[in-house]
Nanobody
Framework: QVQLAESGGHLVHPGDSLRLSCEAS????????VGWFRQAPGKAREGVLC????????YYSDSVRDRFTISRDNAKNTVYLQMNSLKPEDKAVYYC??????????????WGQGTQVTVSS
């Protein structure tokens, strides 16, 4: 069964760091683009960033460019989202997705169930 599973969401304080994981089962992430999206309450889902199959990074959101990064561990078939200097506006359900090689939105064909990140003092 092809599946993506996010984990690591938590309640943190402003300025804290958090690492989310996206683990695949039933297929390999090694040669695929993997993206992170988020959806805040009452808002549409938005792209955050993506790692291409060649490990190049694409930022969909300028608001995270200097704070978030993405990496992959091929041995664990897992992609990570490292979030630093978290802000209250980063509160959202975070989803990972995969498909294609170049982080093109229409190529994503698998989605996880999401993990909740809450940033509050």
């Amino acid at each position: 069964q092809v599946q993506l599973a996010e984990s690591g969401g938590h309640l943190v304080h402003p300025g804290d760091s958090l690492r989310l994981s996206c683990e695949a089962s039933g297929f390999t992430l090694n040669d695929r683009a993997v993206g992170w999206f988020r959806q805040a309450p009452g808002k549409a889902r938005e792209g955050v960033l993506c790692i291409r199959s060649d490990d190049g990074i694409i930022y969909y959101s300028d608001s995270v460019r200097d704070r978030f990064t993405i990496s992959r561990d091929n041995a664990k078939n897992t992609v990570y989202l490292q979030m630093n200097s978290l802000k209250p506006e980063d509160k959202a359900v975070y989803y990972c997705t995969s498909g294609g090689k170049h982080c093109i939105l229409s190529d994503f064909d698998s989605w996880g169930q999401g993990t909740q990140v809450t940033v509050s003092s």
